[in-house]
């Protein structure tokens, strides 16, 4: 046993280092960083990309380690709260309100915290916490999500703290399933299974996700054993396992039409009444007259009136600057116009590509997200973590790559009213564009 671990050490030693190094770094980002320390937040975020690279590069064919390395990180972050994302302090009150049969799809924060016998512990600090701009609005996660809320909620007891560590721990077994299943439907697309660790140990995906307690991983759970288990030909099964990743997030919507081609009319209508009927069952609990006005509300506000990050929307602000336009203006128009595109572009590709075989669809689902993310007004790092697994299925890489430079966002949290930088976002979308043209030109044939 100690000869083995000898010879384990001996040809593994930089591989460990790696790991610790990493780990080190890791637990830098999780106690002692602010995000206004952009510069520390971006030497923090390189290096750890270019260990992941190395790491990977090494030790691609042993799953335990990278598997058990991936598992370290995240429980790095296990006890402490988020420090680049207020999002959870409204996760949380969300989770309360859910625990208490109290919808909240019909009351905004500022409104509830008004009330003296409002049930939700720790309620003035969850609203201080969540922010302005998120108090004043309804909730805009969806059922499932807030299903899941509730359940940390109802672990964490009266504790902010307790209730993270469950919420923590619900994000980091839906990593561990997009394992899973990714290594099957990889093996399916007869792919290497290691690819999946571009997912697993990609610092974008642990910071966001375990770090910052997004939920981009639980939908996309539900949306790879979805995807997994139309590679193996349970499409009924798949269709209820879609419909609960849109009732994470409802980003999966978009992909809907690319089915018809992929199963013909008649099994596609019953694959959508699936998807319709189990959607339909994890609303109903929260259904009310005003829920509908009020939950289009809030998802039309991300549509025309935030902005971030973003690449073709600042071109257009900029050219209409320079012909008198008023921003607060123009994005409302913007934001008109890009669904209909986006839906235009879906039908296109539904009806113009041959989406039959599963490896077709994928990179269909890729290439519409990319120009859906490219067209939006905002872009948060952590909404590129969806590429991040598409690309995985793919030969596609720059989704990889716009991980990385997805830090660069970060420069506007350290600037007085969020101001963003320019240059950066220049070079962040000219690397990726840059890449992603080439490998379009280079794979045009084979996907």
Not at 47 to 59: G, P, Q, S, Y
Not at 96 to 101: A, D, E, S
Not at 422 to 432: D, N
Request: glycine share 6%; net charge positive.
């Amino acid at each position: 046993m100690a000869e083995r671990m000898g010879t384990f050490l001996q040809l593994h030693r930089t591989s460990l280092f790696l790991t610790l190094l990493s780990a080190a770094l890791y637990y830098t980002f999780a106690h002692y960083l602010d995000r206004t320390e952009f510069p520390k937040l971006l030497a923090l975020f390189t290096a750890l990309f270019v260990l992941c690279f190395a790491l990977v590069r090494r030790e691609k064919w042993n799953y335990r380690m990278l598997l058990g390395a991936g598992i370290l990180f995240r429980l790095i972050f296990l006890f402490v709260e988020p420090n680049l994302s207020q999002d959870f302090y409204r996760f949380v009150w969300d989770g309360h309100l859910v625990r208490h049969f109290i919808n909240p799809y019909l009351a905004v924060p500022n409104t509830l915290i008004e009330q003296p016998d409002l049930i939700v512990p720790n309620a003035q600090d969850l609203h201080r916490g969540m922010g302005e701009l998120s108090a004043k609005h309804y909730s805009n996660y969806p059922p499932l999500n807030q299903l899941l809320f509730a359940l940390a909620a109802q672990l964490g007891g009266q504790s902010v703290l307790g209730t993270v560590i469950a919420l923590r721990g619900c994000i980091v077994l839906a990593d561990l399933g997009i394992f899973h299943f990714g290594q099957k439907l990889l093996k399916h697309l007869n792919r290497p299974p290691h690819l999946i660790f571009w997912y697993f140990v990609n610092p974008l995906v642990i910071v966001e996700l375990t770090g910052n307690l997004h939920f981009e991983g639980v939908m996309l759970f539900f949306f790879v054993w979805a995807l997994y288990l139309l590679s193996v030909q349970k499409w009924a099964w798949a269709a209820v396992v879609y419909a609960c990743s849109i009732s994470v997030k409802l980003v999966p919507l978009l992909f809907l039409p690319l089915f018809l081609k992929h199963f013909g009319l008649k099994k596609s209508v019953v694959f959508y009444t699936l998807i319709g009927l189990t959607s339909l069952l994890l609303f109903v609990p929260f259904y009310s007259p005003e829920f509908i006005t009020n939950y289009g509300q809030t998802i039309g506000l991300w549509f025309s009136n935030f902005e971030f990050n973003a690449s073709i929307w600042n071109v257009v602000k900029y050219l209409g600057i320079q012909f008198n336009a008023k921003p607060w203006e123009l994005i409302k128009t913007y934001g008109k116009i890009t669904p209909l595109i986006t839906i235009g572009l879906v039908l296109a590709v539904t009806f113009f590509r041959k989406n039959d075989k599963l490896s077709v669809l994928l990179s269909s689902m890729l290439w519409i997200l990319t120009l859906y993310y490219f067209m939006s007004a905002t872009v948060h790092p952590w909404y590129l973590i969806f590429l991040v697994a598409l690309t995985v299925f793919t030969p596609y890489r720059f989704a990889i790559l716009w991980s990385a430079t997805a830090v660069l966002s970060y420069y506007a949290y350290s600037q007085p009213g969020y101001t963003e930088s320019g240059w950066f976002l220049w070079a962040e979308y000219l690397l990726v564009l840059g890449l992603m043209v080439y490998e379009g030109l280079r794979y045009r044939n084979k996907s």
